[in-house]
T-cell receptor, first 118, second 115 residues
Framework: DGGITQSPKYLFRKEGQNVTLSCEQNLNHDAMYWYRQDPGQGLRLIYYSQIVNDFQKGDIAEGYSVSREKKESFPLTVTSAQKNPTAFYLC?????????????????FGDGTRLSIL | QQQVKQSPQSLIVQKGGISIINCAYENTAFDYFPWYQQFPGKGPALLIAIRPDVSEKKEGRFTISFNKSAKQFSLHIMDSQPGDSATYFCAASTISNFGNEKLTFGTGTRLTIIP
């Protein structure tokens, strides 16, 4: 079955520690995204990548970093600079460049990683 | 800056009734309006979407109504069932050159269907 796999499902971070959230997709999608979900605030875009070796900041990139070395993988690092990291993190992908230009390519989401502070 | 405003925050509907969730947007460049459904502990899943060249789109029990002049759109769930209990998000985006969109999400509506 094609889909998006996020791991781990639950993650705990100590003060001053960096942690990395994994996102893998086997949908052959070009575009990948990271969102943060907080109660009552909907989903906010952290970073997105339209193609391998390229990525752009979203609306709330401070305290986060990403890499896109492989088409199927888009890991997110929550650094110690992110002072309020407790949230539900969602990874998504869409066909992007592989799809028809000037049309809408739906985003497919993983089942998230819940990050908490110890 | 909240570009997509969603209401109500929570909604309780009796089984068999109609659930209605409303969204309003500010950016007139938005031209794609999807709705996502999210169950606890899961990621959102695309439910239905509309482009502004039509005023209504129906898929089964789910209907989007779109009012371009008022910059509003709504989700109607007919014959609501307990299995529809979930959080619903509206979203909006503009079409990019590459076919992938940057979505702006509403704040979500927690829908509960009671027997």
């Amino acid at each position: 079955d094609g889909g998006i796999t996020q791991s781990p499902k639950y993650l705990f971070r100590k003060e001053g520690q960096n942690v990395t959230l994994s996102c893998e997709q086997n949908l052959n999608h070009d575009a990948m995204y990271w969102y943060r979900q907080d109660p009552g605030q909907g989903l906010r875009l952290i970073y997105y990548s339209q193609i391998v070796n390229d990525f752009q900041k979203g609306d709330i990139a401070e305290g986060y970093s990403v890499s896109r070395e492989k088409k199927e993988s888009f890991p997110l690092t929550v650094t110690s600079a992110q002072k309020n990291p407790t949230a539900f993190y969602l990874c998504a992908s869409s066909r992007g460049l592989g799809g028809q230009a000037y049309s809408n390519q739906p985003q497919h989401f993983g089942d998230g990683t819940r990050l908490s502070i110890l | 800056q909240q570009q997509v405003k969603q209401s109500p925050q929570s909604l309780i509907v009796q089984k068999g009734g109609i659930s209605i969730i409303n969204c309003a947007y500010e950016n007139t460049a938005f031209d794609y309006f999807p709705w996502y459904q999210q169950f606890p502990g899961k990621g959102p899943a695309l439910l239905i979407a509309i482009r502004p060249d039509v005023s209504e789109k129906k898929e089964g029990r789910f209907t989007i109504s779109f009012n371009k002049s008022a910059k509003q759109f709504s989700l109607h769930i007919m014959d609501s069932q307990p299995g529809d209990s979930a959080t619903y998000f509206c979203a909006a985006s503009t079409i990019s050159n590459f076919g992938n969109e940057k979505l702006t999400f509403g704040t979500g509506t927690r829908l509960t269907i009671i027997p």
